[in-house]
């Protein structure tokens, strides 16, 4: 019925996912969402999109974790974080829907989406690498100008500039 | 293997999650981690339906990587915003943030 | 099917995990790597090296000093993190492992034999310098800090290039599996021959990668004292040591993989012992760096890997799509 | 030994982190001396020898923050790259069009960054 595999990595992901938002230190908080991350790309894998997978740990917690942890250490001793009266609150009614829709879906459900099937030629990284290239170039071209706006966008961002200093 | 609706089931408490850190956080690092939170949720549930038809669509795979290309872009380019604030300001809290009122 | 324990002791993936590629082998390969790096470098610099704790040559040298090591307080700095202290060097040596798991040793001899192995490597690689960072800030120290900030930007200026030099093997040989890629060579020859300039900058970028002369700067000990491990107390610091040599060994193992045509030789000697052979020569050559060239600066390095290396790594790839597409034949 | 997903293996590989960690755990505990009372001076950071001052984590290069942006973005490029390298063959010329825009598309970015590497010292 239901692997060990895929309810250990739900279970990570999960998990260290409400770490993430809840732990104190926000260097933990960082790390905590490296390890959501790195399950959800064992989620990947397990849905054989293995090339998902590999982009989802380079990008995410080769890259993105990376600056934030930098960014936090940077900005670490000016971290507040005031109580707020309604968060339990909503931190419960947060959690106690979702779970609620996710198990009224599953339940309901069932019978209308069945496991999936083996995958034969439809898990190619050819036909990824076909549709991605000769379906898709046209927003391929549009990820790249945005691409680039990122880069130019951030950098003067970030730029020092020695006066205020 | 695992019926479907169980990556669905992930998908919608991660959702959850996202929201909740969306709605209660007032830290811009905070809010940050929640929108990730919120991709992955959304990623994980095209995959899974990409998954569900058979053959496999590679849609769906094409679609997570410009996600995922997008997430970290606005990563960066939110993480310089905060560098700059907190060079400007004291504090991260979105809530006293007003030096950026135009 | 008899007794449990006689299963999982003759067990292929038992054996494969904990006796061969695995946990065992990785133990003994890091004693002997550090072993030959000693003895090597002194050569080298025309000293004789370790000499004592064994009659060949000092050979059991890295055994006595893991038992040193093991036997050694463990204390831990004022104010240090102690969970990512810990953590971060058992984090990377288990990482190291991993690498090891995705490299086809021989025909069939190989943990994981997925389709996208290439980019699963590279990105198990991406984690190192997280946990890098971690360490150095977890010791609450000014220099393990210097040195883990120093190992994130040079391992984000230097993994680009690294990508994109491997780029030119698969645009070659069609595929992301390892072991697809050896046996493209066994019908074509070693790649190292059309894709020189890509195995020269895998070389130079790997060695970056894995933090060593002249690439040190995280652990320079003659300007930070270590770097990031400065802190690290006795058993712990045997645990940090380790997982450079795991990569050292890894990254020569895909290099043998990509370009030397893996585990591929004329048949009287067995696949394995080939691959060795060509992994061990990739190892020395890499060790010879190390007595060799003069470390290099910080904005140097940063500045070299995005304009040069990037630049070269550009042309590799130019010269690999002329090499595909305008002369199909090859 | 499957092809794609999960290898069948991942229960010895979860087995193999749980016991690696545990045997660090308990060679640490049966082999290593117990530390006493540890003194203040065996936990001071390590300073060269001089008496530590300031706080741990303070030293920071911020001046090549600019890099790391960097690597974000062209780090998703590098990685797109792949996904067209390995069917080159089949895609052949006319494929490699859309490929060749997002790479000169991406590139000038790279130009400008580098020219704000030169235009100071440092960042």
Redesign the interface.
Known sequence: MTDLVFLSLATVTIASSILALEARDLVYGAAALGIAFLGMAGLFFYLDAAYIGAFQIAVYIGAVVVLILFTVMLVGPQLGEPPLELKRLSLLAAILVSLLLGTAGAVSSASAFPGPDNCGSGCDLIGLSNALINQYGVQLEFLSLVLAAAVIGALTLAKTDRKTE | ??????????S??????????L?????A??I???I??IY?AA??NI??F???S??????G??L???T??????E???G??????V??LN????LRKLTRLRG | MGNPIIDLLTNTYFLEIVVFPGLTSIAILGALLGWLERKLTARVQLRIGPQYASPAGGILQMFADIIKLLFKEVTIPEGADTFFFIMAPVTALIIGAALLGLIPFAPGIQIANIQVGLPVFLAIVTLSPTLVLLAGWSANSKFPFIGGLRALFQQTAYEIPLWLSTLGVVMVAGTLSLTGIVQYQQNSGWLIVPQLLGALLFIITSTAEMERLPFDLPEAESEIMMGWQAEYPGPLFMLVQGPAFVKLYAFSALFTTLYLGGYLGPSPIPPILWFFAKTLLVIVLIMLFRSTFPRVRLDQLLRQGWTTLLTLSIINIIIAYFLVVGFPAI | MVAQGIPEETGYILFLFAATIALVIVVRIVISPKDPRPTPEKRAPFESGQISSGAGRTRFIIQYYPYILMFVVYDVIAMFLFAWALNLRALGAAGTLPILVFMLVALPPLAYALHLANRRENW
């Open positions: 293997m695992e019926p479907i609706t169980s990556f669905f089931a992930v919608v408490i991660l959702l959850g999650i996202g929201i909740y850190g709605t209660t956080k007032r830290n690092i905070r940050l981690f929640s990730e939170l992955n990623n994980l995959i899974a990409a998954r569900l058979s053959p496999p669509l590679v849609t795979q094409v997570v990587l410009f995922i290309a997008l997430a970290a872009m990563a960066a380019v993480l310089a915003i905060v560098m700059l907190s060079r004291v504090d991260i809290d």
